[in-house]
T-cell receptor, first 114, second 118 residues
């Protein structure tokens, strides 16, 4: 079965510091991978997605993610975090066999300290 | 700026009452998904539609939940009777899936309906 693991429930970084959020997936076919961000009381906003081609994907708000097939990972990175980045981040895999439904990880809550 | 809209944003009800949540997908999108978010289970898919036809509702408790798309601009999720364990945030998402059926097509999420069943 498809699954996504985000091993870090909470992460705290200082403003201006770099950020890496981990994501590992389990999927039998070529994965389609997504990162979404959710601010408190809000819906989910797509940050970036990978489906083929260049394994380094650029997204909105200065985020990027790298797909590593050998490690079954799709880690999200940002070189310099801003206080407004504090939110919850979800990694997801798209399951083509089931109408493109998304299987989400448990999420990582990012706190930014000034 | 096209968005998915959901109503109501918040709903507090008593156990046993009927609850109906509504979603207006982005115009032109042909796929609608209903997700539920709880602290314990995280985000989980309840049901989804393509071209208004239900494709999978295996994530939904059949005895009390029902999902429909009366027309292309409205999706509904109904709970009857509601129970305290149904308390959650319910998200609707829509997307445009082409004939090739690429899972890379983006799903756009609404703001959610926060349901509290007392």
């Amino acid at each position: 079965a498809q699954s996504v693991t985000q091993p870090d429930i909470h992460i705290t970084v200082s403003e201006g510091a770099s950020l890496e959020l981990r994501c590992n997936y389990s999927y039998g076919a070529t994965p389609y991978l997504f990162w979404y961000v959710q601010s408190p009381g809000q819906g989910l906003q797509l940050l970036l997605k990978y489906f083929s081609g260049d394994t380094l994907v650029q997204g909105i708000k200065g985020f990027e993610a790298e797909f590593k097939r050998s490690q079954s990972s799709f880690n999200l990175r940002k070189p310099s975090v801003h206080w407004s980045d504090a939110a919850e981040y979800f990694c997801a895999v798209g399951v083509r066999e089931y109408g493109n439904k998304l299987v989400f990880g448990a999420g990582t809550i990012l706190r930014v300290k000034s | 700026d096209a968005r998915v809209t959901q109503t109501p944003r918040d709903k507090v009800t008593e156990m046993g009452q009927e609850v109906t949540m509504r979603c207006q997908p982005i115009l032109g999108h042909n796929t609608v998904f209903w997700y539920r978010q709880t602290m314990m289970q995280g985000l989980e898919l309840l049901a989804y539609f393509r071209n208004r036809a239900p494709l999978d509702d295996s994530g939904m408790p059949k005895d009390r939940f029902s999902a429909e798309m009366p027309d292309a601009t409205l999706a509904t999720l109904k709970i009857q009777p509601s129970e305290p364990r149904d308390s959650a945030v319910y998200f609707c998402a829509s997307g445009l899936v082409r004939e090739t059926g690429s899972a890379a097509d983006t799903q756009y999420f609404g703001p959610g309906t926060r349901l509290t069943v007392l």
